[in-house]
């Protein structure tokens, strides 16, 4: 684990009967690469009512997101 960089991952949670979007799973991994911490996610996180994953590296000048839980 020495010299890993840390990647924050969000991927879409879908109701598994209807498809529709019902959340998001969020999270950060350990990887060496950007495509490492996407496989990593995916075999972790994701499953069969899973999609459109991203991953963005984590760097020293910090990282910041807002969540707003929104009804259309």
Known sequence: MVDKKI?????????????????????????????EAEQIAWEKYGNDVTCQL???????????FTVYRSEI
């Open 54 to 64: 991203w991953v963005e590296e984590v760097t020293d000048d910090s990282y910041d």
């Open 7 to 35: 990647f924050f991952f969000c991927m879409t949670v879908c109701h598994h009967r209807t498809g529709e979007h019902i959340g998001k799973r969020c999270g950060v991994v350990l990887a060496d690469r950007k495509e």
